[in-house]
């Protein structure tokens, strides 16, 4: 899976908990491991590298509702820099 495929990977699983409020455990597993991946790759600017670590910090948190906000914002984020490479 490239780094494109992982992003719009972490976007979709955080467009699911911004809209249900809630996430699972697997799922913040699942946006942890790729949010660590992602940054261990080097591809992303240093903006989006602490998007990346925002988000990791939010898995550890587990805390939907609290980080509403954030995590739309963190989605626009990551579908600003996918949204250009749709074939890559």
């Known amino acids: 899976m490239n780094y494109q495929d992982q992003l719009t990977l972490l976007s979709d699983i ?3 908990q911004h809209a249900q409020n809630h996430g699972t455990e697997d799922e913040f597993n699942q946006i942890h491991r790729l949010a660590e991946a992602l940054q261990a790759q ?5 903006n989006m590298q ?4 925002s988000i ?4 550890a948190s587990r805390n939907c509702p609290e980080n509403s906000d954030q995590i739309g ?4 984020s990551i579908d600003e820099i ?6 890559e």
Do not use: R, S
């Not at 080097?42 to 240093?46: A, C, N, R, S, T």
């Not at 990791?56 to 898995?59: K, V």
């Not at 914002?73 to 626009?76: A, G, L, V």
């Open 56 to 59: 990791a910090n939010y898995c």
């Open 42 to 46: 080097g591809q992303l600017d240093e």
């Open 14 to 16: 955080l467009k699911n």
């Open 82 to 87: 996918t949204i250009p490479y749709p074939h």
């Open 73 to 76: 914002q963190w989605i626009q």
């Open 50 to 53: 602490q998007t990346l670590a």
